[in-house]
Structure formats: structure tokens, C-alpha cells
């Protein structure tokens, strides 16, 4: 089984604060995307990346997939309320699966 | 471009009833993918179809739920009996074959099993 590992599992920060939550694996991915979930909705894509050491940004989000296609990193720059999330990171590989993590839930007080 | 429909959004039955929920894929999309959402976790995959042909059913409860894509398009997931661990977020999404595979899901259905 392969298995993706988030950190933190929960997090509130103050409204303006920079964060950085993490998604780590044993397996290498063909890509990985990253998801945000909201109360009563399914998961909304963000990004997806498919490159080792790619970074993508996304306003104030940045994502990075790490060279050895393992992990990947999700920096906010000055968080606002809206940001307000459980953030999914998901990997995937041939047959078009995808793995999620157990998500980190962010909170941003104003 | 309408989304990923599914109905009802939400549902509550008593253990050992039975319980069906419904998916519509955004239009033309080929593969089909139900997902349980336990609170607290990700989704974790259920049954995955590419058009009305079953591409992986290994997660699948199959001694009470089924699930099944007529005609490749929508798709229903049954649950008979249903356990008190069945509660959770039913979610269905969709993706084209082509590109890396981008999923795009529906809001869900809450089950409760009471």
C-alpha cells in the first residue's frame, strides 16, 4: 500500500501569518495534485505537478514536488480567513488512481 | 460546464437497511470513481470505471456494497446492509482520459448509519 503522510494534521494560524504544510511518501508518483475540501463539498483540484523539483504557483500559494517525485510542500504567503481548508495532497500513477493523504485542516483567524 | 451531480445529499438509515446514492460525471468524461470519506481522513477509493467496464474494485466491500455504470455514464452505489462503520461522505468524481489525470468531484452524500 502507498501511503502519503501530511503534516501538520491541523493548523490555525492568525490572519496574515505564512505556513507551510507537507506531503511525504515511500513511493515515487507519475504526479501529484493537491486539493482543498471545504464543509459539505468535495474536493476542489488546485494544482497538479508531474515533474520532479517543479514549483507552481497560485496567487499566495506556491507548491513544490520534490526532485525525487516523494514529497511535496504547500507554502501559503499571508493567510487570510478564506484560506480556510482541509488541504488534500494526492498522488498518482499509472491506471489514472489517485492516493490522498489524511489531510491538514487549516484554520485563519481573522 | 456543468459538474459532478450526486443526490441525496444527505441521508440517514438504521443499521441492517439498505441505501443507494446516485452520480452523474461531468459530460464526456470516461472514468468514474467513488470514493468513502471517513471524518478526519481523506477519500479513500471504492470502485473506479472507465466508461461501464470496472477498472479496480479492490477496496470494495463487495459482500454489501455494489455499485454499477450503465451505458457509461451515470452510476449508482449500493449499500445492503449497511453498518454503523459505513457512516461517512460518499463522494463520486469524474476525469477525461486525457492529461495526468485531474479529478473533479461532486459535494457528496453524508451518510448516517444509526
Known amino acids: 500500500t502507498q501511503l502519503l503522510e501530511q503534516s501538520p494534521q491541523f493548523l490555525s494560524i492568525q490572519e496574515g501569518e505564512n505556513l507551510t504544510v507537507y506531503c511525504n511518501s515511500s513511493?515515487?508518483?507519475?504526479?501529484l495534485q493537491w486539493y482543498r475540501q471545504e464543509p459539505g463539498e468535495g474536493p476542489v483540484l488546485l494544482v497538479t505537478?508531474?515533474?520532479?523539483?517543479e514549483v507552481k504557483k497560485l496567487k499566495r500559494l506556491t507548491f513544490q514536488f520534490g526532485d525525487a517525485r516523494k514529497d511535496s510542500s504547500l507554502h501559503i504567503t499571508a493567510a487570510q480567513p478564506g484560506d480556510t481548508g482541509l488541504y488534500l495532497c494526492?498522488?498518482?500513477?499509472?491506471?489514472?488512481?489517485?492516493?490522498f493523504g489524511s489531510g491538514t485542516q487549516l484554520t485563519v483567524l481573522p | 460546464e456543468a459538474g459532478v451531480a450526486q443526490s441525496p445529499r444527505y441521508k440517514i438509515i438504521e443499521k441492517r437497511q439498505s441505501v443507494a446514492f446516485w452520480c452523474n460525471p461531468i459530460?464526456?468524461?470516461?472514468?468514474l470513481y467513488w470514493y468513502q470519506q471517513i471524518l478526519g481522513q481523506g477519500p479513500k477509493l471504492l470502485i473506479q470505471?472507465?466508461?461501464?467496464?470496472?477498472?479496480?474494485d479492490s477496496q470494495l466491500p463487495k459482500d454489501r456494497f455494489s455499485a454499477e455504470r450503465l451505458k457509461g455514464v451515470d452510476s449508482t452505489l449500493k449499500i445492503q446492509p449497511a453498518k454503523l462503520e459505513d457512516s461517512a461522505v460518499y463522494l463520486c468524481?469524474?476525469?477525461?482520459?486525457?492529461?495526468?489525470?485531474?479529478?473533479?468531484f461532486g459535494p457528496g452524500t453524508r451518510l448516517t448509519v444509526t
Open positions: 468524481a469524474s476525469s477525461n482520459i486525457q492529461g495526468p489525470g485531474e479529478q473533479y
Open positions: 513511493s515515487v508518483f507519475s504526479s
Open positions: 505537478v508531474v515533474t520532479g523539483g
Open positions: 494526492a498522488g498518482g500513477w499509472t491506471a489514472r488512481q489517485l492516493t
Open positions: 459530460s464526456g468524461h470516461a472514468t
Open positions: 470505471f472507465q466508461n461501464n467496464g470496472v477498472v479496480d
